[in-house]
């Protein structure tokens, strides 16, 4: 397995739905908003629209950090968003894309197999009924 494949299996199995990376996502957010608000003397939602914007690396630059604390905030959610959440949903998209939609189940690969071994059964018992033919 190439270190690429195991880098995805180890994002994939990170979070299993592309919920559950919302919710982390989300959860990124409302933190860096709550910490940004509080070292910053803004209002939460002047934060949360803040650390939504850099998170989406967007950073229009009307709202910037001042303190050392805000800085560190911008440079926590920067790189969690894009070196942590990205990847994340990624390897979703790519497990999704991936699926293969026509795969049989176990289920479906049992069945055949069954299917299999009656019809070489039918064969055998042909094979065996048949009278051989006559040598000239």
């Excluded at 908003?33 to 939602?45: D, K, M, Y």
């Excluded at 176990?106 to 299917?115: G, I, P």
């Excluded at 094979?127 to 000239?136: D, R, T």
Aim: with cysteine; hydrophobic share 45%.
């Amino acid at each position: 397995m190439s270190l690429a494949d195991r880098l995805l299996d180890k994002f994939q199995d990170a979070s299993d739905t592309l919920k559950e990376v919302v919710v982390y996502y989300v959860a990124l957010v409302v933190l860096c908003a709550a910490i940004f608000s509080a070292a910053e003397g803004l209002s939460f939602w002047e934060s949360l629209y803040w650390a939504a914007t850099t998170t989406t690396t967007t950073g229009y630059g009307d709202i910037s950090p001042k303190t050392g604390v805000g800085r560190a905030v911008a440079l926590f959610a920067m790189h969690v968003s894009i070196f942590v959440i990205s990847p994340l949903v990624i390897a979703r998209v790519i497990n999704y894309v991936n699926r293969d939609k026509h795969q049989f189940t176990h289920e479906e690969q049992q069945d055949l197999v069954d299917r299999l071994e009656r019809l070489e059964k039918l064969l055998l018992a042909q094979k065996q009924a048949k009278p051989a033919p006559p040598e000239s």
